[in-house]
């Protein structure tokens, strides 16, 4: 049986990102954190903003996050995501201290089920055999 979906869209692993997606694919958050100052920084580079020059490490992450803002999407932005519409992007803050963006998984997509500043914990979906992406759900 053929279809006339089109095809998915997925990430580009970027050699700085590569711990990243390999995390997410065992079921692990990890971001970077500059090995002078502590200073945790989210997305993955590969130079610390901390210190110019300093060196980075790869620490596994809490998973815990809040709420800092979110949209819900009625339109999708590819027609491969026309059947998860709607849903739920947001940005999170994480225990840690970087934002990040998310979707928010495991609750309605409506404003009512959401409050700026609620508990999050982090989820996995796999999109691919290559991709899982960290989602977050209610605490």
Known sequence: MTTNA???LEPVSQPESDQYWEGARNG???IQRDKTTGEYQFYPRAHSLATPGGELEWVKAS???TLHTFGIVHIPPHPSFAGDI???TAIVELQEGPKMAA???GVDPDPDNLTIGM???VVF???SDDYTLPNFTPA
Do not use: F, Q
């Open 103 to 105: 979707n928010i998984v």
């Open 28 to 30: 692990e958050l990890w």
């Open 119 to 121: 508990p999050l914990k």
């Open 125 to 127: 979906t796999e999109i």
């Open 86 to 88: 709607p849903y739920i």
């Open 6 to 8: 089109p095809a998915r």
């Open 63 to 65: 998973g815990k996050a």
